[in-house]
């Protein structure tokens, strides 16, 4: 309820300076959350690259995840 009031009263209130806000937050949130899986993609395909590496160097483990 009090949401909707924010949206609709302030939106009247404040006027245009009010909406502009609005909508630079939603474009910042919706950066934040494209960059913050773009990162995370990036850790996890370097930690892949490096554990196949590690993988490849040694010959013990080479033979086991061969089984797997």
């Known amino acids: 309820y009090w ?3 924010l949206n609709a009263d302030g939106a009247q209130a404040w006027g245009l300076p009010y909406q502009l806000f609005q909508g630079v937050m ?3 949130i919706t950066m934040f959350s494209i960059t913050g899986v773009y990162i995370w993609y990036k850790k996890r395909r370097a930690a892949k690259a490096k554990f ?3 993988l490849q160097q040694t ?3 080479r ?3 061969k089984k797997y």
Do not use: A, M
């Open 3 to 5: 949401l909707t009031l």
């Open 26 to 28: 939603g474009l910042v």
């Open 52 to 54: 196949n590496k590690i």
């Open 59 to 61: 010959p013990f483990l």
């Open 63 to 65: 033979t086991i995840s």
